[in-house]
């Protein structure tokens, strides 16, 4: 008995998080509790009190905070960088297409990719390709569904950003929020729980008083209302394009080996092309007139470089970051870029604003916050201390 015994403590005790069987030879005829040695080793108070240390050591701190400014730096940078480009560009220079800066920041990041690859297969760079280009015809067709919708999502985001403030776009994004759990109960069957539901109607509440609060300005001509509707009608496409693209994707990784590297370039490719097919269809008197890269400066280049770097950026933020700080990033973003806006673009933000703005971040935060589990009672019986 023991040596049972013995055992039985070894191998609870023993380093490294599989999971090991207990037998418990009690009433229970011989059945098999399930013990996780990882929870065995949280419950000790003095390991947990180690952890809590690591996690609060200069190093972690400053991964958390810089993946903080990371994420912000590129949700407000790449805004006002956009804005800027559209608005400043001098009178006697012709202003650069959005569709040429689409096409060039798809074959940037699609290089990226492909560099990312080539490191870590050892430059097996073509092989792979092969494998999971060439030879996998039916995810390729998949998968030009959502490039397709990315293309014109960034298409719509120049235009969006050409006739609204980067305050009032930055709200009225947050409606994508709305569109990828919708899609998400569509395709996912997702249930969402009554909180989540109050958030949702908080955010549509909260972009509804910024719109309102923008097309009841006075001193705006007809022209600029013109404009800003538009640039509304853009977000708004925007938003639903967001949304389904990345339920649609989500549904596709779900149950795929491949790595996410190789699914980006698998949509890279088609999205290449439909880029290049949207230059020419919709711009090309422009192109012929003005070159490919008419208009284009160095902040220009800088726009298409952010892009580009954006989904390496959240990927750094995805491993070091938790859901918290991401919302965080999210909300903090919005107020930057009313501030930021404020300084250099002339932006004045009425009472009406700052309340819809306000709703806007609480609904953030609340539909990210986890849902508390209830817990469950045990189903086999514990021996009284």
């Not at 853009?234 to 394009?241: E, G, H, S, Y």
């Not at 995805?318 to 903090?332: C, G, I, P, Q, R």
Request: glycine share 6%; aromatic share 8%; with cysteine.
């Amino acid at each position: 008995m023991m040596k049972e015994e013995t055992n039985e403590l070894e191998l609870v005790s023993g380093d490294g998080s599989t999971e090991g069987f207990i037998p418990d030879k009690s009433d229970l005829g011989g059945a098999k509790k399930r013990v996780r040695k990882t929870d065995l080793k949280t419950r000790d108070p003095t390991k947990r009190r180690a952890k809590k240390k690591v996690d609060e050591s200069p190093t972690a701190v400053l991964i958390k905070y810089g993946a903080l400014f990371l994420l912000v730096a590129q949700m407000v940078g790449l805004v006002l960088l956009m804005r800027y480009s559209r608005t400043s560009q001098p009178k006697d220079q012709p202003l650069y297409l959005a569709s040429t800066a689409v096409f060039m920041m798809e074959v940037m990041k699609l290089g990226i990719c492909c560099c990312v690859i080539a490191y870590q297969s050892g430059g097996q760079l073509m092989s792979e390709l092969n494998v999971h280009v060439l030879q996998s015809p039916v995810e390729m067709a998949k998968l030009s569904v959502p490039s397709f919708l990315y293309t014109v999502q960034n298409n719509l985001l120049y235009l969006a950003l050409t006739n609204l403030d980067a305050a009032t776009y930055q709200v009225c994004y947050q409606l994508k929020i709305l569109t990828t759990a919708v899609f998400s109960m569509v395709l996912l069957q997702r249930k969402f729980s009554p909180k989540k539901w109050a958030a949702l109607i908080l955010l549509t509440i909260g972009v509804s008083i910024v719109q309102v609060s923008g097309s009841r300005d006075q001193s705006k001509s007809d022209s600029e209302k013109q404009s800003q509707f538009i640039g509304l009608v853009a977000v708004l496409c925007a938003a639903c394009t967001s949304g389904f693209s990345g339920v649609y994707f989500e549904k596709i990784l779900k149950g795929s080996q491949t790595s996410l590297w190789l699914r980006n370039v698998q949509m890279g490719l088609p999205s290449v092309i439909i880029a290049l097919l949207t230059v020419f269809v919709k711009d090309s008197a422009a192109v012929a007139s003005q070159g490919f890269f008419g208009g284009y400066s160095s902040i220009v280049w800088t726009v298409v470089t952010v892009q580009a770097v954006g989904g390496l950026i959240v990927a750094v933020v995805v491993k070091y970051a938790d859901n918290v700080l991401k919302v965080f990033a999210t909300s903090f973003s919005i107020v930057v870029s009313c501030v930021l806006s404020a300084i250099f673009f002339d932006f004045h933000a009425s009472f009406a604003f700052i309340v819809g703005a306000g709703l806007v971040v609480l609904a953030t935060v609340l539909y990210s916050q986890p849902e508390k589990k209830l817990r469950r009672k045990p189903i086999l019986p514990t021996q009284a201390k």
